[in-house]
């Protein structure tokens, strides 16, 4: 008797879809969709199949061709970032902080990292996998306002203390990070410095945004899902012969035993894709910030950054304490089928963590999507009159899901038969 439960699951993966897919303004900063050619080849034999340690050298018989694929994709997403090496076995943006920080510090060392008020990722602290590996943070001050790092008092910080390892980059960032200036004071410290791109790294790959590995970073670790339109998973990427060799030993047998191998493949055509439309794509994610930050100025909201611009990547942070807090915010615009996150703000404290003054809102999403400014500006009169004027979520709803019927392809990617491609390749797609 299964078939009233199979008729739940599948009908809760269809409305599941059918939301988020169709009917919604998904606006989660840490989100993207990917593209039908990415789904048909990720939908292949290889995730059922396992692989141990690095390609040609494997605990496991049968891997030949991921092998192959593993050193060829590799060689591509490093290729985007200008860099000697990748390791794409990471399954995830904390496995790839995990792996960096074991390889860079050890248990009572200290770490310089952002406030997790400043964006800081929860791996960074701690709370996370730094803490857990007994790294002890330390936190660089930041100016409130703009989520910048006050860099003259964080070099001060860094002469001070001379950590051990120095993380920049964060979950919450409107503006570049200085690395340029970090890495100086952190080579005087004979600190190594990390910089986590989770967030940013389709700007980096679409050269809108400072490369890190370029500024004086030791490394980058990420996820290569988010502005990164690639399936779920981590990364680490450096030019440091030492630290790839390293962390290619933490990454198996210390954090992954199998890595997934569907990824492998699927990684390999996002970044085909990037390094084909990744300047457009990560154009045009910025100039929808920019506008969608300017339009929801104008109508009332209190947006950060202001001073210089709102935002330089893809999220628009904004300060609702006035209008009953995150929570209730992200929970109207559900409603109204608009999906954000409630995030805390740097002047939150932990009583505040239900309620946060703060919703990180990011565009990639429905840049992907097609989105371009003027859409922008229908995106904010659709969040104003959830928020600011209070209408009825349900009533907004219907405009937005009328709204986002215009908006049904994925852009940034190959113009292919998929069909035909999935027939040729065997993709599971088809069954
Ligand atoms: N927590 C995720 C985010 O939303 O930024 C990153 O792992």
């Known amino acids: 008797m299964y078939e009233a439960e199979l008729k739940e699951i599948l009908d809760l993966v269809k409305r599941h879809n059918m939301w988020r897919r169709n009917e919604c303004i998904n606006l989660i900063a840490s989100e993207n969709v990917t593209s039908p050619l990415l789904d048909v080849v990720y939908l292949s034999d290889a995730m059922h199949r396992y692989a141990e340690g690095l390609p040609f050298k494997r605990f496991y018989q049968g891997t030949r061709y991921v092998d192959e694929l593993e050193v060829r994709v590799s060689k591509i997403f490093a290729e985007l970032f200008d860099a000697k090496y990748s390791d794409v076995r990471p399954i995830s943006g904390t496995i790839a902080n995990a792996t960096i920080f074991a390889c860079l510090a050890r248990s009572g060392d200290e770490a310089a990292v952002l406030p997790l008020p400043g ?50 980059g964060a979950s919450v960032v409107i503006f570049p990070h200085p690395v340029k200036e970090i890495s100086e004071a952190a080579r005087e410290a004979g600190a190594r410095l990390v910089y986590d791109a989770a967030h940013v790294l389709g700007l980096i790959a679409g050269r809108a945004y400072p490369n890190p590995l370029e500024d004086g970073a030791d490394a980058i670790t990420t996820s290569t899902h988010k502005t990164f339109p690639g399936p779920q998973g981590g990364a680490i990427i450096t030019n440091s012969d030492e630290i ?18 569907h990824r492998l493949a699927a990684l390999g055509v996002a970044s085909l894709e990037m390094r084909a439309f990744g300047r457009g794509y990560a154009d045009q994610i910025l100039k929808n910030s920019r506008r969608l930050a300017e339009e929801l100025h104008a109508r009332g909201f209190k947006v950060l950054g202001e001073k210089w611009g709102f935002t330089r990547t893809h999220q628009v942070l904004l300060d609702v304490r006035g209008d009953g807090g995150g929570a209730r915010c992200a929970r109207a615009l559900e409603e109204a089928n608009i999906i954000v996150n409630k995030n805390i703000l740097p002047w939150d404290g932990p009583s505040d963590i239900e309620n946060p003054s703060g919703i990180r809102i990011g565009v990639q999403e429905v840049t992907r999507i097609g989105m371009k400014e003027d859409d922008m500006s229908e995106v904010a009169e659709l969040i104003y009159r959830v928020v600011k004027k209070r209408e009825e979520p349900s009533e907004v709803r219907r405009q937005v899901i009328e709204f986002r019927r215009n908006f049904t392809k994925i852009h940034y990617t190959f113009d292919v038969d998929v069909r035909s491609v999935a027939e040729e390749i065997g993709s599971l797609i088809l069954g």
């Open 244 to 261: 790839y060799e390293k962390a290619s030993k933490i990454v198996f047998p210390v954090f992954v035993s199998n890595h997934h191998l």
């Open 119 to 168: 964006g800081a990722h929860v791996s960074h602290s701690k709370y996370g996998i730094l803490g857990r590996l007994g790294i002890k943070p330390v936190e660089l001050p930041i100016i409130p306002e703009d989520m910048m790092v006050d860099v003259d008092a964080a070099v001060k910080l860094i002469r001070e203390r001379s950590p051990r390892m120095i993380v920049l």
